[in-house]
């Protein structure tokens, strides 16, 4: 980032993934408002945020009413495609808002990290109703292939 600077060339990073920043404690739905609000004072339309938050909140108070977690834990995971890595996301991670709204228990909510490393065998003891497999695949089912053939993960 120094040196994009010193070029002059202008770097844009949502707070969420910069390392230099503190995570937030428990992440909610506002961090989407305020990084609508930044984006649109970068390029001029502050307007245009207004309308658009007060949108995107309508919509969000809207979800409860859909949820069907009914107090369920959940697990989002990030698996690689070749199933060599697996890492899942705390509390300070957009997915907490997500099961927040779905009335979901974030099985890692007492990792304030965003996405950190985890072991099939810790995810076994923690044991979730639901997991969300997250991968840059274009083919789910494949994912899907990966992680239920990971060792231990019929134990779920």
């Not at 979800?63 to 697996?86: N, T, V």
Request: proline fraction near 3%.
């Amino acid at each position: 980032r120094k040196a994009l600077a010193k070029a002059g060339v202008k770097v844009y990073a949502p707070d969420a993934y910069c390392y230099d920043k503190k995570p937030v404690d428990h992440a909610d739905f506002s961090l989407v408002t305020q990084e609508v609000t930044k984006t649109a004072a970068i390029f001029g339309v502050p307007k245009r945020a207004v309308t658009l938050n007060k949108a995107l909140k309508k919509q969000a108070a809207d979800l409860p009413k859909h949820a069907g977690g009914k107090g369920a834990s959940a697990a989002a995971l990030w698996l690689s495609s070749d199933g060599s890595s697996m890492y899942s996301y705390g509390r300070s991670s957009m997915v907490q808002a997500i099961f927040d709204v779905n009335d979901l228990k974030n099985a890692y909510a007492d990792n304030r990290t965003r996405v950190f490393d985890i072991s099939m065998e810790d995810l076994l003891k923690r044991n979730p109703d639901w997991i969300l497999l997250l991968n840059n695949a274009y083919n789910t089912d494949d994912i899907t292939k990966t992680f239920t053939r990971a060792k231990g993960a019929s134990q779920l």
